[in-house]
C-alpha cells in the first residue's frame, strides 16, 4: 500500500509541477499589422504617443527601438507599450484595425517590448 500511495503523490506532484496556463494567461503583445497602410499605422502612433498615453521615448532617434527606422516598428512598439499600460484598464490592441495580437515576443536587439501580465 506504501508503494501505491507513493505513486499518487508523485503523481500529483507531477501534474502540478507541469501546470498549464490557461487561454488568458499566454504572453501576448500588440504589434501593426503588415497589411495595414504607413498613414495609418502614422495616426495610431499619433494617437497612442500623444492622448493615449504610450511612452514612446524609445523610439526616438538614439533609443533603443528607433531602429529600424520604419513607421511599422514604430508603430509596433507604440501599439505594445499603449497596450500594456491599459490593457487591465479596458485598453485595447484594435487601433482601427492597424494593430493584431501576438504571441511571439517582437523584442529585438536592444530594443525590449514589455509583457505585463
Known sequence: ?????????????????????SAGEFEQWCIADEQTPDDELQAGIDWACGEGGADCSKIQVNKPCYLPNTVRDHASYAFNNYYQKFKNKGGTCYFNGAAMITELDPSHNSCHYDFIP
Open 1 to 21: 500500500m506504501p508503494i501505491a500511495l507513493l505513486r499518487i503523490v508523485l503523481g500529483l506532484l507531477l501534474l502540478v509541477s507541469t501546470g498549464t496556463k
